[in-house]
């Protein structure tokens, strides 16, 4: 038996709503009607006399609490109310309730109509009230069709602004707006700085398609680096690189801490491998700030949060808790480092840390050992002429 039940109808901002018979026959029997104002702009019409509206606003807890005094609701949404739609939020808030859904084509189905463009391999990702990193991970998958639900801040000219910025120049954009409304509907196709310095109306969606590959190997060279003062010790070496993101077994994680993340250039191989991995770097050094955008620029890898200052003296509570850390740089506190990252690191988290002398060694296996841990794997590189390095890993 549910609780409540929610008929969720979608529309398009055409002014020439049809509804089928079955839809009519919902709206007609309905007593309490929600959406947006837009939405009950296109509706109104529609609506049986007496019929209670209920506006869909942020903060939805206050909307929720008006549903609460009712026993059946008919809602209007955008489109499919199942993508990135409203029929998601009532599932979550209210999983005991009965939802029937009714949809419609979304905006990006028709952009990729007006456009004649198969889409049955594109991906598509939600700017809508949303963080980058769903959409910073498409570009650096290099997704060959991508789809994007924008807002008011993201914008198609923020949008092209940030592509263009970590040199993603390698697509054709093209813009759909009012989709749907035959008075103000409009389809535009841009390049990436063309875009970038256009104004959309809204609401509004995008299609891009790729003209071309960047080129990013597996195994950044370390030559291609902005180096700190120049100097060549200063980065951790390739293959010194790709042996700690293995031992991080970064495809099973979520969150990779890169503790002294100096170029930046194990978050950057990690972000560039496992694009959906939330990456936070720590650096104590003032220039570290700029060595990681400019080294993110150079490789385009968007999304990395960075943290300067003393990592010892760091709040940390509104940060993602890791359930992997790589520690680059100590400061010659390991221990105490390591009691602090064992406080929030997520249980079967992961340390690995790459020592350069005996003491440092000494100090890592000692340090583990007061936390409770064990190391679990260790590995020893000779790269060129350098000293050795020992790879540990502690679980």
């Not at 839809?23 to 837009?38: A, D, H, L, N, P």
């Not at 030559?223 to 951790?236: D, W």
């Not at 491998?273 to 700030?289: H, K, M, Q, S, W």
Request: proline letters at 5%.
């Amino acid at each position: 038996m549910c609780k409540q039940s929610f008929h969720i109808i979608g529309i398009s901002d055409s002014t020439e709503i049809y509804f089928s018979p079955q839809v009519q026959e919902v709206i007609s029997g309905g007593k309490v009607f929600s959406g947006g104002v837009r939405h009950h702009q296109l509706v109104e019409r529609f609506l049986p006399e007496g019929a209670v509206w209920i506006d869909i606003t942020v903060p939805l807890e206050k909307v929720f609490r008006q549903y609460d005094a009712y026993r059946e609701i008919v809602v209007f949404a955008s489109g499919d109310p199942l993508f990135f739609g409203f029929a998601n939020t009532v599932q979550r808030v209210l999983p005991d309730s009965c939802i029937r859904v009714y949809p419609t084509f979304n905006s990006l189905q028709m952009l990729a109509h007006r456009l004649l463009l198969p889409y049955q391999d594109m991906r598509m990702v939600s700017l809508t009230g949303r963080p980058w990193k769903a959409f910073d991970a498409a570009l650096i998958r290099g997704e060959g069709m991508l789809g994007v639900l924008t807002d008011k801040v993201k914008t198609p000219a923020a949008i092209a602004a940030r592509m263009h910025a970590y040199g993603y120049d390698n697509y054709r954009l093209y813009v759909g707006e009012a989709l749907g409304n035959t008075a103000d509907e409009r389809v535009r196709e841009f390049t990436v700085e063309e875009a970038m310095n256009s104004e959309f109306t809204s609401p509004n969606c995008m299609i891009l398609l790729r003209t071309g590959l960047r080129r990013r190997p597996l195994g950044l060279n370390e030559s291609e680096f902005h180096l700190l003062n120049g100097r060549v010790n200063m980065i951790t070496k390739r293959p010194v690189r790709l042996q700690t993101l293995s031992m991080l077994d970064l495809q099973a994680r979520t969150v990779l801490w890169d503790i002294g993340s100096c170029t930046g250039s194990v978050s950057i191989e990690a972000k560039s491998v496992y694009p959906d991995l939330d990456v936070v770097a720590f650096e104590r050094r003032p220039e570290g700030e700029e060595l990681l955008r400019a080294n993110s620029v150079r490789w385009g890898i968007p999304g990395i949060r960075f943290v300067g200052g003393d990592f010892m003296e760091l709040p940390l509570a509104d940060l993602p808790r890791p359930d992997a850390v790589f520690i680059g740089g100590h400061g010659g506190r390991l221990s105490e480092l390591l009691k602090r990252v064992d406080e929030v690191l997520l249980p079967g988290g992961v340390i690995v840390f790459n020592s350069v002398s005996e003491d440092s060694l000494q100090q890592f296996y000692e340090g583990i050992a007061q936390v409770g841990r064990q190391v679990t794997e260790r590995i020893r590189l000779v790269v060129d002429a350098h000293n050795p390095i020992e790879i540990l890993k502690a679980e």
